[in-house]
């Protein structure tokens, strides 16, 4: 495994333990439940199908793989975004900013990795 591999895994790893970390110090209320426990599920996802890429027994596989994850990032985006707008505190907006913006790139580096796993 190439060291960029290496990093990714780690990466999207960090990501999902800081933002499941993150959701366990927000207040609860029963109406935030579901986009608490969707963003929860999608980020999981993120590492989790990139883990399984790198297992992939054909390309086909390896790029679909890598396509739930740029679908799982985004989606993590979605959820990040809806959260951001509940809890209107101020003091969680940083994180929210933080965490929306690693979604972001990690969209961005799975598209890159689709695009090039094409090739």
Do not use: H
């Amino acid at each position: 495994m190439n060291e960029k591999t290496t990093q990714l895994l780690e990466r999207t790893f960090r990501f999902v333990v800081d933002v499941l970390k993150f959701l366990s110090t927000l207040p609860y209320n029963f109406i935030y439940k579901v986009p608490m426990l969707q963003l929860s599920r999608c980020s999981t996802s993120i590492g989790a199908n990139y883990e399984e890429a790198q297992g992939a027994g054909s390309k086909r596989d390896f790029s679909y793989k890598i396509g739930i994850s740029y679908r799982e990032a985004r989606e993590s985006v979605y959820w990040l975004r809806t959260l951001n707008a509940l809890y209107t505190d101020e003091k969680y907006r940083s994180d929210f900013q933080k965490f929306t913006e690693e979604a972001i790139e990690l969209k961005k580096i799975f598209t890159s990795i689709k695009i090039s796993s094409r090739k």
